[in-house]
């Protein structure tokens, strides 16, 4: 079975680092689009930042974008989310995510087309 295990949440301070890593087991993780989404308590899912299988292009939503830096390495099937300069309004469960189609050509934000998915870490930011 495909297993996700998100690690490297915690308690930062605002303006703080973090980096997260996602372990993937099951599935040949190289040939799949990688996801990181997030979710806070009452709110919507929302897509954060994707990778293609390719490892050449990544797609960040607006709200993290200069900040965060998503990347993968094949020969450790992971994936991680370098996170910079956090604010309070980045308190999440982050969830890691696999594409349900290998070879996609482009990094998708819609979680619909994330097939398997981590438990998640919680990053907590204090202000």
């Known amino acids: 079975q495909v297993q996700l295990v998100e690690s490297g949440g915690g308690l930062v301070q605002a303006g703080g680092s973090l980096r997260l890593s996602c372990a993937v087991s099951?599935?040949?993780?190289?040939?799949?689009?990688m996801g990181w989404f997030r979710q806070a308590p009452g709110k919507e899912r929302e897509f954060v930042a994707g990778?293609?299988?390719?490892?050449?292009?990544?797609l960040y939503a607006d709200s993290v974008k200069g900040r965060f830096s998503i990347s993968r390495d094949n020969t450790k099937s992971t994936v991680y989310l370098e996170m910079n300069t956090l604010k309070p309004e980045d308190s999440a469960v982050y969830l890691c995510?696999?594409?349900?189609?290998?070879?996609?050509?482009?990094?998708?934000?819609?979680?619909?087309?994330?097939?398997?998915w981590g438990q998640g870490t919680q990053v907590t930011v204090s202000s």
């Open positions: 990778i293609s299988w390719t490892g050449g292009n990544t």
């Open positions: 099951g599935r040949t993780f190289s040939a799949y689009a």
């Open positions: 995510a696999a594409d349900s189609s290998s070879f996609r050509r482009s990094v998708v934000p819609t979680r619909s087309i994330y097939e398997y």
